[in-house]
């Protein structure tokens, strides 16, 4: 036999990972004959709520045991004498830490997650936190066992716990107990028997008989340091098992909470036994690290052979699995189960992953793949919920699973051996080992404690935007996330993921804030978008003489394609856009860095990575073709960086090719983004950074050839209206500027705070750009000052609505981006750039959503655009923006709607006599709505606070003249009638 035989025998890892699969079966079979038992014997409604307290249970006790339990498989084998300490004081702080947050749970979070059945009285919080003590101690017990080589003991202990709860509801329902409490009761109470038969074995037949062949004694600080590390990760590990049930009952139905239940009973069970395997691995790895390459084939094998015929089968037979439950469990959640049952393969290299870093005691790149699991799972079921119901909670689950997965194969699973730690580690590498899971902490708190002021939060829009809903620490936590990237960078060996992961932190809380407080798709504009798609996907194809944007089809066409392609619901579609294209705006800037400074330093690319996000406040980021067209432009930029770094400065052929239908898909997207990025390529032409002369020709033909044909139904229109806006300089000063310091007073304080942002954008440009001119030389620095010039004389070419210089800022990023990263900010540079950092953190909030009241969208306001859409015929609505722009927009046979001008305060006159207003001559029905939109803009903009109040007394004193045909809290339409001649 081999020296590594001799060390491992043969079998031990198979035999240990088989009596735990049997456990798991065991349960499996048990626990869902218990499921089924409470099915049957009672309600949906009772069973959901029962469900929910057992998850309420396991989450609260998670926070004692997820974790110490690692402790247990990763030391006991090898504590020697001190078996019976090590024990005793890790059920000690697993009590503690559960206690005080089943306090926690029950004083704050029972009411968010529809649990206060759980804090009705006295009684039960009581039996709560005895329920909470006793699955602690539970949970603990087999791994302990599995530690001290006891793994046949585990399947008896499992078996007696299903049958005695299995027995106990049955017992319970018969004797008329007919409350949740009766299945909760039940589950507690039969694991608090095996609680104290166990404990009593443990301590009289398995510590005593164990062989004394352990180290003597095993360093403090080292289990402290690993006991916290991997309790964050295993806690962080299990959210999704444990708060998606109640996140279930908070955002659909207790009914909703059982089918949900159900499936994840089923697949629960399946991935335990990956957890099963990984716990044999922790073990038998503790043991001997130098072996780990050789368990990790061994564990390959085992997955292979075992789970992934298990995830085919469950695929198959979901629906006769979720049959069993009666009712309409399997037609409610097969879909559901079917999306668990296909990532167990990722599952499970996920938890053999964690269980390597457990192995080898690093804890830092184990909570990345849990965070990033656990993020995605949540993120999107806060999303996706609402709108999709329980398929959408199989939707983000297996998304989650699939980026932990990825990322577990980049990090971990490579064939690197990493040196075991010694027990007793010197005083300096303590303070080391400390430093670098500092970042990691700073970074869990403030993604956490973001996360909790967001599901404690009340939506109270008013004209400082969202910041008032939620609570300052919230501002706090975008505040620490800077502060991360730069700790990190300090340490001795920063880690190139945690100097990225805070502003990719940044993107997912800030983007995903509004949708989880409003739950609908932000931006009224977007609506209007959508109306340029709809008549695609209706059959009507392309209407460029009533659509703006079927002149620039590329937009509607290629989500029409997508919409059709995956099935999504327009709001979906909407709301999922802004978060996808600011990542993809984020991801085009990092690859920009890197072609233009490819010797820039992790820290490098990642301030500059900041600088694009935290000043990125410009709104233009919804569901339009301008945000296409801003990632169209930004991969042109990266195409046409790439040649900035050759000595000739030159194209090759295929980048040249690329970059002409880069520019033909923005000229079919965008006007305006088409005209920036034509002036861009003549700058760097005339520049000598490009030495492509002929490709401006190519690029200024077809930029002109565009809006003279394709697009001349837009221009017949508008094109007098655009002649008086080019070059008008003084329009172009008073529309961007000063028109918009106004209204309200907190409507002037988000301007304010807009500009500073925005200068200090613009400040930090100049000054990477005076820091950087020792390399004025560079070609990077040439490509950067050059766009910066181009964009700056083409800024004031037309005023576009005041928006020119918001878009200037958004063009201007990436760009400031780059100078950041070729500045290199260091010592006191660094120090400056990183205070302005935090300052403008949780500015951002305010600048970014100061004008959220009118952004936001409401359900009832969509109902009203709904009932436009379906209960009107051709009509012509005044108001309510934008109620004649999403849907049937064609039938309605609206052109780009009338409402109240933006530049100027509104007029009564105007809601009072419709039919004054520039219509299409045709003999069609006029509407005049009022909605929540437009008593915010009125009071937001104009500061009449009282405008709208004003007009709805005086529509209601004419009931001849304005007929209600629909209204609810938040939108109210009328028909208008002329009567006596009036005009």
Not at 199 to 228: E, H, K, Q, Y
Not at 610 to 636: E, I, R
Not at 726 to 731: C, F, K, P, T, V
Not at 785 to 807: C, D, F, H, N, S
Request: glycine residues 6%.
């Amino acid at each position: 036999m081999s020296a590594l035989a001799a060390r491992l025998p043969i079998g031990r890892l198979e035999r240990a990972s088989g009596l735990l699969m049997l456990t798991t079966l065991l349960n499996a079979a048990l626990g869902l004959g218990f499921w089924l038992a409470a099915a049957r014997l009672y309600d949906a409604t009772t069973v959901g709520l029962a469900a929910a307290a057992v998850s309420a249970l396991t989450l609260v006790a998670s926070f004692g045991w997820f974790g110490l339990q690692h402790v247990l498989l990763r030391y006991l084998p090898i504590a020697g004498s001190h078996r019976g300490t090590l024990i005793v004081r890790v059920y000690g702080c697993a009590l503690v830490i559960a206690l005080a947050t089943a306090a926690i749970f029950l004083a704050v979070l029972t009411g968010p997650f529809d649990a206060a059945l759980l804090s009705a009285d006295t009684a039960a919080v009581g039996a709560f936190t005895v329920a909470v003590v006793v699955w602690v101690v539970f949970s603990l017990q087999d791994p302990a066992l599995i530690a001290l080589g006891r793994e046949a003991w585990i399947p008896v202990e499992n078996a007696v716990f299903g049958l005695l709860k299995l027995v106990a509801i049955v017992v319970l329902a018969a004797a008329g107990a007919s409350s949740a409490w009766a299945i909760f009761g039940a589950w507690a109470a039969s694991a608090g028997v095996l609680v104290v038969v166990m404990s009593w074995l443990l301590v009289r037949r398995v510590l005593p008989t164990t062989g004394d062949n352990g180290v003597a004694a095993i360093g403090g600080r080292a289990i402290a340091r690993f006991a916290a590390g991997h309790h964050f990760v295993a806690v962080t590990a299990a959210l999704p098992d444990f708060l998606v049930p109640l996140l279930v009952l908070g955002l659909l139905t207790p009914d909703a909470t059982a089918h949900y239940y159900a499936a994840f009973t089923i697949s629960y069970a399946l991935r335990l036994l990956a957890a099963n395997i990984a716990s044999a691995l922790t073990v038998e790895g503790a043991r001997d690290e130098a072996a780990l390459d050789a368990l990790l084939r061994r564990v390959a094998r085992l997955v292979g052979v075992l789970l992934l015929p298990l995830a085919l089968g469950a695929t198959v037979v979901a629906g006769p699995l979720l049959g069993l439950f009666g009712g309409d469990y399997s037609s409610e959640a097969t879909v559901l189960l079917r999306y668990f049952a296909l990532s167990l393969p990722l599952s499970a290299v996920i938890v053999v992953g964690l269980a390597v870093e457990r192995v080898r005691q690093r804890s830092a790149r184990a909570f990345a793949i849990a965070f990033l699991a656990t993020a995605t799972t949540i993120g999107l079921d806060l999303w996706l919920l609402p709108a999709q119901g329980l398929a959408g909670a199989g939707v983000a689950w297996l998304a989650g699973q699939a980026l932990g997965m990825l990322l577990t194969v980049a990090i971990v699973l490579r064939p690197t051996r990493m040196p075991s730690l010694p027990w007793h580690t010197t005083r300096a590498q303590s303070r080391s080992s400390a430093a670098a899971l500092a970042p990691v902490v700073m970074l869990a708190v403030a993604v956490l404690l973001s996360a909790v002021c967001v599901l404690t939060a009340d939506l109270r829009l008013d004209d400082l935007g969202l910041v008032r809903s939620l609570h300052p620490l919230y501002l706090v936590a975008l505040a620490i996330l800077p502060l991360v990237t730069v700790i990190e960078a300090r340490c001795t060996s920063p880690r190139a993921w945690l100097l990225g992961a805070p502003v990719v932190a940044f993107v997912l809380i800030v983007w995903l804030t509004p949708l989880v407080l409003e739950g609908t798709p932000r931006f009224r504009t977007g609506f209007q978008s959508w109306g340029y798609v709809d008549p695609l996907l209706r059959g009507h194809g392309l209407q460029p003489e009533r659509f703006v944007y079927h002149n620039w089809p590329l937009f509607p066409h290629l989500f029409a394609a997508l919409t059709r392609v995956t099935g999504m619901r327009e709001t979906t579609v909407m709301a999922a856009f802004p978060l996808a294209v600011m990542l993809s705006w984020l991801a085009l800037t990092v690859a920009l860095i890197r072609t233009l400074a490819p010797r820039a330093q992790p820290l490098d690319v990642a301030l500059g990575a900041w600088a694009m996000v935290v000043f990125s406040w410009t709104n233009q980021d919804y569901f339009s073709p301008q945000a296409l067209g801003f990632v169209l432009f930004l991969a042109l930029v990266l195409v046409l960086a790439g040649a900035a770094g050759r000595p000739d400065a030159s194209l090759s052929p295929a980048r040249a090719a690329t970059a002409i239908v880069l520019y033909g898909a923005i000229v079919a997207t965008h006007a305006l983004t088409s005209m920036i990025a034509l002036a861009l390529i003549a700058a760097l032409v005339l520049s000598r950074s490009l030495r492509r002369p002929a490709l401006v020709v190519v690029f200024a033909l077809m930029f002109v050839i565009w809006q003279a044909d394709v697009a001349r139904p837009f221009f017949i229109d508008y094109g007098p209206r655009l002649r008086e806006t080019l070059l008008a300089a003084g329009d172009f000063v008073q529309v961007n500027t000063a028109s918009r310091v106004s209204g309200s007073a907190d409507h002037v304080t988000v301007t304010r705070v807009r500009i500073l942002v925005s200068l200090a954008a613009f400040a930090l440009a100049a000054g990477a750009a005076f820091v950087a001119r020792s390399r004025r030389r560079e070609p990077a620095w040439r490509f950067a000052m050059t766009y910066l010039v181009a964009l700056a004389l083409v800024t004031p070419v037309a005023t576009y609505g005041g928006e020119m210089l918001i878009r200037a800022l958004l063009f201007a990023l990436p760009m400031i981006a780059v100078l950041v990263a070729i500045a290199r900010p260091r010592g006191k540079l660094l120090v400056a750039y990183v205070v302005s950092l935090v300052a403008a953190a949780p500015a951002h909030l305010v600048a970014h959503y100061g004008n959220e009241a009118y952004d936001h969208v409401s359900a009832q306001e969509i109902e009203g655009f709904r009932f436009v859409a379906e209960q009107l015929a051709p009509a012509r609505i005044y108001g309510g923006y934008p109620a004649g722009a999403f849907v049937r927009s064609f039938e309605l046979q609206w052109r780009n709607g009338v409402t109240p001008n933006a530049t100027r305060p509104p007029r009564a006159a105007a809601f009072l006599n419709p039919q004054a207003q520039r219509w299409e001559r045709r003999p069609l029905a006029t509407y005049v709505a009022l909605g929540r939109g437009d008593i915010v803009a009125a009071r937001m903009f104009a500061d009449r606070p009282h405008f709208i109040a004003q007009v709805r007394a005086a529509i209601e004193r004419r009931p001849e003249e304005f007929i209600r045909v629909f209204g609810n809290s938040d939108i109210t339409i009328w028909r208008h009638r002329e009567t006596g001649g009036r005009r």
